[in-house]
């Protein structure tokens, strides 16, 4: 999935800053394409045009029948000022536009800079509405659902927190009514509800990482069976004067890119480690069914069966991680026959409530146990540890697991005998 790496997040960045240090609130549509563009959230050409002269020319370009619209860094709502002008072709019809939406703002010194030129495209599909907001209590709030010029009217949207992942786009999709038409209804074909699904993931995303923005809309996002475009789209920004660290925070943190890294296996088997995902639950019923006896009463301080490890309930709890209180990471491999994604490790920082320290869980497959991955885990949980501000990490240990106290012991842990819980104690402040 393109969209939302480092560099194109720091373009959308690049774009809003220039907005804030021109102490500005509202984003031009030119800029607010910009940054869906950033995102891989393909959006119909837009040409931006100071005079009649230049729109011509930029029409006859483009060719076909065009849309013209107010250019302008103060006015939010184009249509609601007589500001959009669709299906022009010819110079007379593009030049009574061009006059037409300037005449409509005359009265607001400052709000028309030009026009926006655009191809008029075909509406043979759907109108969707896609767009974000601040809730006091919960932070930015997505919306999706049926879009157009009568949205109000309809009233068929789902709201949602971000980040998304598939399985909650897709959730969000299937709330709306124009999902059973986005299926196809009536012998049409319905639209790739893959890529729509995964428009949406991308579009969260934005809102997670773009911290600055206050409210974006998109409508229409027209989707077809044959294509996905935002026609247009009105970002506003939070004020100027509020500092970042004054933004509003997600209800749900996103998940945390920053633990993603490779590593290599004492054998040579390169290996990925990653935050764990919701999606990650059939890989971790494999994982469980590779471990040993030992193995589980090593972790556990007992015999708890197969079954009961792998309840969904239980798994859950663990997948659908809540990065704020939990942080979990997986060691990745791939299979040398069927190149499928194995887990062959976890390790767990939980926080504990009300107090700024943490305990530490580690569990690895039999077959990549003495590789170093129990090791390794620590330290990048150690390192988690400092970079989430926790003052203590700790953890039991069984008291014949010597492997265990002593990888413990090599990193710094003081690990001592606790006769009230019958364990060893291995604590190390931070």
Partial sequence: MKGGDARDQARAEGIIKAAVQANRTLLTELESKQILSAYDIPTVETHVATSEEE??????????????????????????????????????????????????????????????????ID????????????????????????????????????????????????????QTRVYT????????????????EALLVRFSLLVAQQRRIKEIEVNPLLVSPTKMLALDARIVLHDPSVPEKDLPLLAIRPYPEQYVSAWELRNGVRISIRPIRPEDEPLMIKFHGSLSEDSVYSRY??????????????????????????????????????????IIGIGRLIKVHGANEAEFAILVSDECQGQGLGTHFLKL??????????????????????????????????????????????????
Avoid: W
């Fill in 381 to 430: 949980l150690i390192e988690i540890g400092r970079k989430e501000g926790t003052e203590m990490i700790f953890g039991h240990i069984l008291p014949a697991n010597y492997t265990m106290q002593r990888v413990c012991k090599n990193l710094g842990f003081n690990v001592h005998y606790d006769s009230f819980a019958e364990v060893m104690k291995a604590v190390i402040k931070l």
């Fill in 55 to 120: 729109t011509i020319r930029i029409a006859a370009k483009l060719g076909g029948m065009v849309v013209l619209k107010l250019y302008s860094e103060t006015v939010s709502h184009k249509t609601d000022v007589g500001g959009v002008k669709l299906g022009l072709r010819g110079k007379k019809a593009i030049r009574e536009a061009y006059r037409e939406i300037q005449d409509a703002v005359r009265k607001n010194p400052g709000a028309f800079l030009g026009v926006t030129v655009e191809p008029m």
């Fill in 181 to 196: 038409a986005l299926k196809g209804v009536r012998g049409r074909t319905a639209v790739d509800l893959a890529q729509l």
């Fill in 301 to 342: 301080f007992g015999f708890l069966k197969f079954e009961q490890r792998t309840t969904h309930e239980r798994l859950t709890r663990i997948c659908f991680n809540d990065y704020d209180r939990e942080m979990a990471i997986v060691g990745i491999r791939r299979s040398s026959e069927s190149q499928a994604e194995e």
């Fill in 123 to 174: 509406l043979d599909g759907y109108e969707l509405i896609l767009g974000s907001s601040t809730d006091a209590q919960f932070g930015p709030v997505l919306l999706f659902g049926s879009g157009g010029e009568l949205v109000e009217v309809r009233k068929d949207y789902v709201l949602g927190l971000p980040p998304l992942n598939a399985t909650l786009a897709r959730r969000m999709m299937e």
